[in-house]
């Protein structure tokens, strides 16, 4: 496992792009960005060509790796080898130090004569081969030197008063020029001291500087403030100190709004003249996004979510173990028993009369006597009977139906055979009255010679010739036949639904099933909805925690053939579901209740997820079918109870 850092990484950028550029045929930075993530987190060959992999194919993923991990190699082995170059060298170069340095300390001091050594010719010492002996003589006759100067200097000063007037040795020339150069007389005199300040400059620079670097000593100011606090010079003027200004991000990016800002004012104020050349309806994209600011949360957050955990965590503990003992002892499903129960609307006072005894009545419903009862018409009461309006039920069909008659395979054999001596008998007797003319003969190559007798013989190339046209005459006739007899692709669609489907006009058969858990098991949500569609039944399926309920609505042929795949083509114990205390038990179907409806309720099938118990109570009382949901429900509390 071998890790490239970030600089290696930049530097093989180029590289790594061309090698892909090769190898793909052109430029795809994503594959690009891939390789070098993996380089950096350092994975190995393999690893790489899985990564590249989903973008190009296995072989070339697998070639592209090699050629990028042996040009790694190479830039590797390249950069080794220069750094033990460069460390070889940087070591010759202090073994040449040391080694002169040895000989420095091994040489005779200066003056010192060598016996042994061969004499050389006077060589003029550098500053780098001087010994400590030879600076202090140098510096001792530099300093007898200037000595002389001065007394010199001072000789002249008192021969003549004028002279006193020149400044010391470190008086500029153009300066010492000018104080001397007020009588013209004495100008040559001036000149000659000026030059020979300048030479004794020039000797001392020339001399001290190759011995004795000038050291320069960088004195802090005097620090002088006024009474008001202010910092001023030894004139007395205010003196301007620069502030420091800190060096942090956050400091340097304010400083740069505010020019940012100025900038824009400026912008604004020279673009408000040139506004109308610009189509204000093109949407302008910001120059800059500015960044987010930190967000610091407030002291205490955190200990305030953990201790609403805490609080949440012990709240569903002890409504767990409430519900347990509920569960135990009955108290949980008679509870969840009441609220299913639908409720009735009964009115609050029962009326004293009904709007039927209005024929009976003298006047009104609210027509009492004296003696405050009802008045009651007594003509209207006879020793007659009244029969109600006899009415059909709604489940007998309008027209009588008959059983079909079923033909044994002996009788059918024997209709067959008189129908068709009946149809010959026909066709016989239109030929004997010339309606129709006779048939021809039904030549076979078996029959031919019995048929045709001396005309065989004659010719027989050209009678089984005349035979075989026949044949396939007669075949081609047959087939026209079958062709027209066969049903097209339309009317055997017809005919299969018209198979499947049932008279559903004077009643619905409807089953309701419940299931305790639909919802993570594909395979079988698929077999209930498309059995459903394939069968032509209409129903729903509403999905529920604990309880799932499927009802289909169709005939009898179809609702039995639906009940054999729910209950016992699709096994339903196979897979294993949680109950509300959280125990895996299996899962399983159950029929609720099947019956028979004047119409259907529902559409195509389809699924429906409901979160709450109302929201599902809801929906089938959109349909008008609410009991369906009543009677699943309360099983399905009853049974988890049973679980418990």
């Not at 190898?23 to 891939?34: I, Q």
């Not at 013989?457 to 005459?473: F, G, N």
């Not at 609410?626 to 988890?640: F, N, Q």
Request: with cysteine; aromatic share 4%.
């Amino acid at each position: 496992m071998t890790y490239y850092s970030r600089k290696e990484i930049e530097d093989l950028h180029s590289d790594i792009t061309s090698i892909v550029s090769k190898s793909v045929g052109s430029e795809d930075r994503t594959l690009v960005s891939a390789i070098e993530h993996c380089l950096y987190n350092g994975y190995d060959k393999r690893r790489i060509g899985d990564k590249i992999a989903s973008s190009m194919d296995a072989k070339k993923a697998s070639r592209l790796t090699d050629k990028i991990l042996q040009h790694l190699e190479d830039y590797r082995n390249s950069t080794q080898k220069a750094k033990k170059r460069t460390n070889e060298e940087s070591r010759g170069d202090n073994k040449d130090v040391k080694k002169q340095r040895v000989e420095e300390l091994k040489a005779p001091p200066m003056g010192a004569s060598n016996p042994t050594a061969p004499k050389q010719p006077d060589a003029k010492p550098t500053p780098s081969n001087l010994s400590s002996t030879q600076i202090k003589l140098m510096m001792a006759n530099a300093q007898r030197e200037i000595e002389e100067r001065k007394r010199a200097l001072n000789n002249l000063k008192a021969q003549d008063p004028i002279l006193a007037a020149v400044p010391q040795i470190g008086l500029p020339v153009a300066l010492a020029t000018q104080v001397l150069a007020k009588k013209p007389e004495d100008s040559e005199k001036a000149r000659k001291i000026a030059e020979l300040q300048a030479q004794i400059r020039a000797k001392l620079s020339g001399t001290l500087a190759n011995i004795i670097p000038p050291v320069v000593q960088d004195r802090p100011k005097p620090l002088i403030l006024d009474d008001e606090g202010r910092t001023i010079d030894k004139s007395g003027r205010a003196v301007n100190i620069p502030t420091l200004t800190p060096t942090l991000k956050a400091n340097i990016r304010a400083k740069k709004r505010e020019v940012f800002t100025k900038n824009q004012v400026v912008d604004k104020s020279l673009t408000d003249e040139t506004v109308k050349f610009f189509d204000d309806r093109i949407a302008l994209k910001p120059t800059i996004r500015n960044k987010r600011t930190l967000r610091f949360h407030e002291p205490g957050k955190f200990l305030q979510m953990a201790e609403r955990m805490r609080m949440k965590s012990q709240l569903e503990k002890l409504q767990n173990e409430i519900s347990q003992i509920a569960r135990k002892t009955g108290i949980s499903s008679a509870t969840k028993l009441a609220l299913i129960a639908p409720k009735q609307d009964t009115p609050d006072d029962v009326p004293s009369m009904e709007w039927w005894d209005s024929v009976i009545l003298t006047n009104d419903l609210n027509t009492l006597d004296n003696n405050g009862k009802i008045c009651i018409r007594r003509s209207a009461i006879t020793n007659l009977i009244e029969h109600p309006t006899q009415m059909k039920p709604p489940n007998e069909p309008l027209k009588p139906v008959y059983l079909p008659v079923f033909l044994t395979k002996k009788e059918r054999k024997k209709l067959r055979r008189q129908n068709r001596r009946e149809a010959w008998k026909e066709e016989q007797e239109k030929v004997r009255l010339g309606l129709v003319p006779p048939p021809e003969p039904k030549l076979r190559i078996s029959n031919l010679m019995r048929v045709l007798g001396s005309e065989a013989v004659q010719d027989p190339t050209k009678i089984e010739a005349h035979v075989r046209e026949q044949m396939a005459k007669r075949q081609k006739a047959h087939e026209d036949a079958n062709n027209a007899r066969k049903l097209t692709a339309e009317q055997k669609r017809e005919k299969k639904i018209r198979k499947i489907k049932e008279d559903t006009s004077c009643g619905v058969h409807v089953s309701v099933y419940r299931i305790r858990d639909l919802q993570d098991n594909a395979s079988k949500k698929f077999k209930v909805e498309t059995n459903a569609k394939q069968l032509h039944m209409t129903g729903s399926v509403v999905l529920f925690r604990d309880c799932c309920v499927v009802v289909v609505e169709g005939g009898p042929k179809q609702q039995k053939k639906y009940r054999r795949l729910m209950l016992t083509r699709v096994k339903w114990e196979e897979d294993m579901v949680k109950n509300p205390d959280g125990q895996e038990v299996p899962n399983s179907c159950v029929l609720v209740w099947e019956g028979t409806s004047q119409r259907r309720h529902f559409g195509e099938i389809k699924f429906k997820v409901f979160p709450m118990e109302k929201m599902a109570r809801e929906f089938f009382q959109k349909h008008q079918v609410e009991h369906y949901w009543d009677l699943a429900y309360s099983g399905a509390v009853l049974e988890a109870a049973t679980d418990a």
